[in-house]
């Protein structure tokens, strides 16, 4: 049960109904010649899916609304779906894609998105039943698969992932989207090997099909493996068209531009009006060549370790270009609200640098609020075991902390299953004041009677107020 208010489902828009004269009309002349208006709408969806490609999801999304200001097109109400999101526009994105799913409900694609998006906000467990259902009717989709398969590695269920990955390559055609997502996986289990393997299959996938734009980036990371991890596992079923081309692209955000294959990663949330952002110092015990940072909209900067505190085990960082203050998390309060029940985590699934995903809502009840020991709390969920870096926060939006990957050294304890107790575990707000800078603190509102104000925004405008805010780290050693 969500604790977060539900959302009001949105009211269809009417499409105007042509004269049945003019309709019989248009099918008379599109049997002579291309229908002059089908010809505007591709061009207009190649140039949007271009600027998409670009960085320019404002300009897609313009271009997009143009084609299908022309007529009913559901690749372009698809693709305005997903440059709204990359947009950071993420309460438009959830209206029109429950839209654009209504209206075309004989297109996968429209469910496989609208369920993907659902995950993002927490709703996991429908959106993991829409795809299964789905899935009986149309077992050898690949949008509906990829989905899937994304939703299962994103949420600490990747043997299920892998499962359904090898039944779907075993019995269809080579596909260098279902190919990337089976190297994701095996990225998620740590099987490097493997992570080569179908990375190079996706790349033969993909330029065979003449996609070269998404083979070039796992080209690129190909191309600086040492020897022994490159392989020759090379596809050997020949690749010919398929009845089947629907697609399940992973979202258009540059690379993170690495020199090293020796990387680790880590999330992390930005303050201080764009200038700094703050993570774990477990990231930087090795010296590092190079400090990267992505937030949700797939905006890159280069960042630099300014105060550490080892102490408490985390880092400040200092980006070399901040982002706009907009995107920037308001002044801390530095308390934690009491009495907290509920919170969420809100961060990134692992990647390596080449694998970007939008940032995912995990709902969770506050355990305990003081462990008592180590400035920490206890809550009933988080990304998974590993995550370190990853924003706590309470219903409002508020930051209450940060949470602690299983392979945090925690300062005075030895053996943290003993003291702790299982679970997952958060850095309370408290513990940062050390580190930020005076001008990042704040204090908490108040309202009349000087009882502290809270709002409870719905799940959308959360997601789309911290969007920008939280980020993903990788640090090149």
């Known amino acids: 049960m969500s604790y977060f208010p539900q959302k009001i489902p949105n009211r269809l828009l009417q499409r105007p109904i042509w004269p049945l004269t003019v309709v019989l009309l248009l099918a008379t002349n599109s049997a002579a010649s291309p229908n002059p208006t089908d010809i ?9 899916q271009t600027a998409l490609a670009n960085g320019q999801p404002q300009q897609a999304a313009e271009l997009y609304e143009k084609a299908a200001g022309y ?9 305005l779906v997903r440059a709204y999101l990359q947009a950071g526009e993420f309460k438009k994105t959830m209206a029109f894609a429950n839209l654009v799913a209504a209206e075309h409900a004989d297109v996968t694609d429209t469910a496989a998105l609208l369920a993907y998006l659902e995950d993002r906000e927490g709703q996991t467990a429908p959106a993991l039943a829409k795809l299964g259902e789905a899935l009986k009717n149309h077992p050898d989709d690949a949008a509906l698969l990829g989905a ?12 299920q992932a892998i499962q359904q990955l090898d039944a779907w390559i075993a019995k269809n055609p080579p596909h260098g989207d279902i190919y990337r997502l089976r190297a994701r996986a095996a990225l998620a289990v740590g099987n490097l090997q493997d992570v080569a393997a179908w990375r190079k299959k996706a790349v033969t996938a993909y330029e065979t099909s003449g996609q070269t734009e998404e083979a070039k980036p796992l080209r690129d990371w190909l191309a600086r493996l040492p020897g022994a991890l490159v392989t020759d596992n090379a ?3 020949p690749i010919q068209p398929t009845a089947n081309n629907s697609r399940w692209p992973a979202p258009y955000f540059k690379a993170f531009p690495i020199v090293s294959n020796t990387i680790k990663s880590g999330d992390g949330f930005v303050i201080d009006q764009g200038r700094h952002v703050v993570t774990f110092a477990s990231l930087f015990a090795n010296p590092a060549k190079a400090i990267w940072v992505r937030n949700g909209l ?34 801390l309060t ?6 907290l029940k509920f919170c969420f985590v809100f961060g990134y699934p692992l990647t390596d640098g080449l694998e970007a995903s939008y940032p995912l809502l995990a709902p969770s009840v506050v355990v305990r609020s003081d462990v008592g020991v180590g400035g920490l709390m206890q809550i009933s969920s988080a990304l998974n075991e590993e995550n370190s870096g990853s924003p706590v926060f309470d219903p409002s939006g508020q930051l209450i902390g940060m949470t602690v990957g299983k392979q945090e050294t925690l300062s005075g ?42 709002t409870y925004p719905s799940v959308e405008e959360l997601y789309e107020r911290l969007q920008p805010a939280v980020v993903s780290i990788v640090v090149a050693n």
Request: charged share 25%; hydrophobic share 40%; proline share 8%.
């Open 40 to 48: 505007t709408i591709q061009r207009l969806v190649a140039q949007a």
């Open 71 to 79: 007529g009913e097109s559901a690749t372009a109400e698809i693709g």
């Open 148 to 159: 899937y398969a994304e939703i299962l590695i994103d949420r600490m269920a990747t043997p």
């Open 235 to 237: 596809i050997t079923t």
């Open 298 to 331: 797939g905006e890159i900067r280069p960042a630099q370790v300014e105060k550490l505190l080892p102490n408490q085990g985390i880092a400040l960082l200092r980006l070399s270009q901040p982002y706009p203050k907009a995107w920037s998390l308001p002044k």
């Open 334 to 339: 530095l308390q934690t609200p009491k009495p």
């Open 413 to 454: 304890i030895a053996d943290r299953d003993k003291m702790l107790g299982k679970g997952f575990f958060a850095l309370r707000i408290e513990e940062l004041r050390q580190l930020l800078p005076k001008e990042a603190q704040g204090l908490a509102k108040r309202g009349k009677g000087g009882k502290a104000k809270t």
